[in-house]
């Protein structure tokens, strides 16, 4: 019997009609991987950045460009690049499926980029210039023949034009153009209306964030110099910019007060090699508006790094041969995104163009959409947490965007872990409330504070026999306070014994958001209130008492240690701008972390003490503004005991320092 041989893959022996049906079959299983809005805009320009990066890598003195323009008027996309242009054998079979002239390190080397533009549409003109070759034409009805099923299309062929539609490509010696309509049938997506941008200060936005125009270059060369954008709307008018640094907008850069992680322990470093709390960190670190981190592929798999033991063997050996590397963001509340839509980028409503989930990237480039983040509880930090995830070396499928499924739940198993990393930090966060939340609590202490004025009022509380105010000249607490409420019961009692004079309290809450409201009163016989260093050191300078005065109500907080209260400011339980008055036994250790202090015990400030009995002026560390004057016990009993012999200790600890 006689052996017979062939070559399944000859095309030789494939009848036209069914070489034709082949071809369309292909080509429309590549279109189907294709259903992003974005997706048009990603395959021009990562064909036109691979050109000018190649351009540069062969001449050294070019200088790599892109000219953008998108006309909603005309419904069209065009896309120049002053790179190395096609020879004429690679122009004529470049559009053809699985066809491709990249090198494996480019953005797109799969070969189905081109014919997805050709035949996912109805009209695409190309064009090329090189000292050898050069040439424009059109494509018209791709996307239209590949849908006809009854065989009544004619397959398109490229048509020589006379010049492009793009006209900058006239200017240049040496590149490519292409230019894409969306018209006929079939196509998506069907206009350039649907995002809402209609500037090219809008349209800025929307490249960098969705397309390779946003590079994403950790550690790698980044060779485009520039890239000029014109955006016409549908009125004729033009809008244009000069894109200078083509890269991704990762959020911190365009969010207002944002931290980067390493920042924030850099600074608790600082703080403890100096010897004080690491986790009282300042001001500047409080009130955020979002937190980030970039983790290089060596911090991924790291045995010492900050995902030791997230990693599984098999999944480390993953991200080591990917080089997956990350990036992440973690907002106080999704408003963050709804702000920059609506406020920066202007975009149309619910048209987040920035938002929570997880990039994948791969090629220097985003790719797809973005991914949820799984979480198994706090879900919401899903929607405030954006990461980027680029395998350096990965290759993902056809369309772009499908990668590998070990590769997309490393990469989402990460990103939960990031969110973790995040979460302990989030109290260095804004507070999310639906209005600003001082506004709200000042309007709740407002309310509590007329409502004991009006009590006060109706209800004063009045003994009229002075006779049975006897001082019996030492205090009824035998021992120093161990608690919060041992403070108030000691300072209600120098108050009652006049060791401090003038300050009247109004009352005193448990369930309020702080403990208390008071006045300050001065009233004759004035010499109960000057400063006499012998008879009277927690005196007022004399030129400060001149007519009796009863101040406003205002807010009293107690506490052991002022440690406790600086605590809760950082946390924002409690605002020190609506604090008037801090009582308490101790100073503490972190209060150089948020303030400076002014000390009245110090004898040379005495002309900053504007009221009887206080002992420390409390001031903003970067502003040097009054934040609220406190009274600590535990330096008032020193100093009323031996005025002098406090003075070297108050002068240490807060004039002589750093």
């Not at 009125?235 to 390493?262: F, N, W």
């Not at 014994?497 to 409201?517: C, E, F, M, N, P």
């Not at 006045?519 to 004399?542: A, M, Q, T, V, Y």
């Not at 110090?602 to 009221?611: S, V």
């Amino acid at each position: 019997m006689q052996t017979i041989n062939w070559d399944p893959l000859e095309t030789s022996l494939i009848t036209s009609e069914l070489f034709s049906a082949t071809i369309k079959r292909q080509i429309k299983n590549i279109l189907k991987s294709y259903t992003g809005w974005f997706d048009p805009f990603a395959e021009m320009l990562q064909n036109s950045l691979d050109a000018v990066d190649n351009r540069k890598r062969r001449e050294k003195d070019h200088i790599p460009r892109l000219w953008i323009q998108i006309d909603l008027k005309e419904h069209t996309i065009s896309i120049t690049d002053n790179g190395v242009g096609f020879s004429e054998d690679q122009f004529k079979s470049f559009l053809a499926p699985n066809v491709s002239f990249k090198r494996q390190q480019d953005r797109g080397n799969k070969g189905v980029g081109a014919t997805y533009l050709a035949y996912g549409f109805n009209f695409l003109e190309i064009g090329t210039k090189t000292p050898d070759f050069s040439f424009v034409g059109t494509i018209k009805g791709g996307r239209e023949w590949v849908e006809d099923d009854s065989g009544t299309k004619i397959r398109p062929k490229i048509i020589q034009q006379p010049q492009s539609i793009h006209h900058v490509f006239a200017e240049i010696d040496h590149g490519t153009t292409f230019t894409l309509k969306l018209v006929g049938d079939y196509i998506r997506p069907k206009d350039l209306k649907w995002v809402g941008a209609t500037t090219a200060e809008q349209w800025e936005v929307v490249l960098l964030t969705k397309t390779p125009l946003g590079g994403i270059y950790w550690g790698r060369e980044y060779l485009l110099s520039g890239c000029q954008l014109i955006v016409i709307d549908e009125t004729g008018a033009r809008t244009e910019r000069e894109i200078v640094k083509c890269q991704y907008l990762y959020p911190h850069q365009v969010m207002s007060m944002c931290k980067d992680l390493k920042d924030i322990k850099k600074a608790q470093q600082k703080l403890i090699s100096k010897g004080k709390d690491g986790s009282v960190l300042p001001a500047t670190f409080h009130r955020l508006n979002g937190l980030y981190n970039f983790w290089t592929s060596e911090d991924v798999v790291s045995d010492t790094g900050e995902f030791k033991g997230e990693l599984n063997l098999s999944e480390r050996e993953l991200a080591r041969k990917y080089r997956l590397s990350l990036y992440g963001f973690f907002g106080y509340s999704t408003d963050i995104w709804d702000k920059y839509n609506d406020d920066i980028a202007r975009l149309r409503k619910g048209a987040r163009i920035l938002k929570g989930g997880l990039q994948l990237a791969t090629n220097c480039m985003p790719q797809g959409e973005l991914l949820i983040i799984p979480l198994t509880k706090n879900v919401w930090y899903q929607n405030v947490t954006h990461v980027v995830a680029h395998f350096e070396e990965a290759d993902p499928d056809l369309g772009r965007k499908g990668f590998q499924p070990e590769l997309q739940q490393l990469a989402q198993h990460l990103a939960a872990v990031v969110v973790k990393r995040f979460q302990s930090w989030k109290k260095l966060l804004k507070k999310e409330t639906g209005a600003p939340p001082d506004i709200v609590a000042g309007k709740e202490i407002h309310d509590w504070i007329s409502a004991q004025e009006e009590h006060e009022k109706n209800n004063p509380l009045i003994i009229s026999r002075q006779d049975v105010f006897l001082p019996t000249k030492e205090p009824a607490i035998t021992s120093k306070p161990l608690n919060e409420q041992d403070v108030i019961a000691l300072f209600n009692q120098l108050l009652a014994g006049g060791v401090i004079r003038g300050v009247k309290v109004l009352a005193t809450s448990q369930h309020q958001q702080y403990d208390g409201i008071y006045r300050f009163c001065l009233k004759e016989p004035f010499d109960n209130h000057i400063f006499d260093k012998s008879s009277n050191p927690l005196g007022i300078d004399k030129s400060a008492v001149n007519q009796e005065y009863l101040s406003a109500p205002g807010i009293l907080e107690y506490k052991y240690s002022f440690d406790a209260l600086i605590e809760e400011i950082a946390k924002e339980e409690k605002n020190e701008r609506q604090i008037n008055l801090v009582v308490a036994w101790e100073m503490g250790k972190n209060w150089p972390n948020r303030y400076e202090i002014t000390p009245l015990l110090y004898l040379d400030n005495i002309q900053h003490r504007y009221f009887h009995g206080g002992t420390h002026i409390i001031k903003d560390v970067t502003t040097g503004d009054t934040v609220f004057p406190a009274i600590i016990l535990s330096e008032l009993i020193d100093y009323i005991n031996d005025p002098d012999g406090v003075q070297d200790y108050q002068r240490r600890t807060y004039i002589d320092i750093e």
